[in-house]
């Protein structure tokens, strides 16, 4: 029995609204379906499609008459609950230097893998969802991708846009080979550095309480908050089906800080940032 499921995430972010799309195909068993997940400010929905419906190459993935690629997207869903239609461009996108799991991508039968396709690139379009127009004119996008049976059983994740920069972490309970252990991931880029922080550099969780986190890895330090949740229910894969339901924030209030040593790089509160909170 094949328990797998593939999806990517694709954020886009002006400085008034903020759209995430979630397209993902998973298998149970001998059963296959796919679906497209839209998340906004105020909603989100998860809209199913037949499994015949979807297709992928290496950078694209259409289900139906939708399109998701590393040159934009394109979306055209009707259902009783929701219409979206709308075309969104990418400017060049900002690849990191290695794969996000360094040498974990090397490691079989992992439980959830993560990629990370861009950090920040440009975006620029009209989408209407409902009714509602959403503009993307001197906007950033993001974009990721899982694969695997199931996310973590407990994690946070967190995605933000900055002024010179952008920045992710993913901090998460990992079974492997019979023990579990927390694995850290997490990118900042500021000022043309990217600064990497993981388990595989030495990162280890030294305070997680009330929806913080702080993760040191030698002289570097960082902190992220979540300080006011606006969370929508979203579906995540469990043993492949969609069967799970987590809370995301795809435009919340928190709070980052970055520190080398003694100096502090930034630190910043914003209403602008992606959150789920899953302990």
């Avoid at 049976?149 to 995605?159: G, L, M």
């Avoid at 992220?224 to 995540?236: D, I, M, N, W, Y």
Wanted: some cysteine; overall charge positive.
């Amino acid at each position: 029995m094949n328990h797998s499921f593939y999806g990517w995430y694709l954020k886009c972010q002006s400085e008034t609204q903020t759209l995430g799309v979630i397209p993902a195909v998973h298998n149970t068993g001998n059963k296959r379906t796919c679906s497209i997940q839209v998340i906004t400010d105020n909603d989100a929905w998860t809209v199913m499609f037949p499994a015949d419906a979807f297709k992928r190459t290496k950078r694209n993935i259409v289900i139906g008459e939708n399109r998701f690629g590393e040159k934009g997207m394109h979306l055209a869903i009707r259902t009783p609950q929701v219409t979206v239609r709308g075309k969104l461009d990418f400017g060049p996108l900002y690849s990191l230097k290695y794969d996000i799991m360094g040498p974990f991508s090397l490691v079989p039968f992992m439980e959830c893998r993560h990629s990370v396709w861009s950090m920040r690139h440009s975006v620029k379009g009209n989408v209407c969802i409902n009714g509602q127009k959403y503009y993307f004119r001197n906007a950033w996008g993001y974009w990721e991708g899982d694969c695997g049976r199931s996310f973590p059983k407990e994690y946070v994740w967190t995605q933000c846009f900055f002024n010179d920069g952008a920045l992710m972490l993913s901090v998460a309970d990992i079974p492997m080979a019979g023990i579990r252990f927390t694995g850290i991931i997490g990118v900042v880029l500021w000022r043309g550095k990217e600064y990497r922080i993981a388990t595989y550099l030495g990162a280890k969780v030294v305070k997680r309480q009330n929806k913080m986190v702080r993760v040191k890895q030698g002289s570097l330090e960082l902190d992220v908050r979540l300080l006011e949740t606006s969370g929508h229910p979203l579906k995540a894969p469990l043993k492949g089906d969609m069967a799970r339901t987590i809370h995301e924030s795809a435009s919340c209030r928190a709070f980052y800080q970055l520190c080398k040593g003694d100096h502090t790089l930034f630190a910043f509160e914003t209403n602008r940032a992606s959150f789920e909170f899953e302990y």
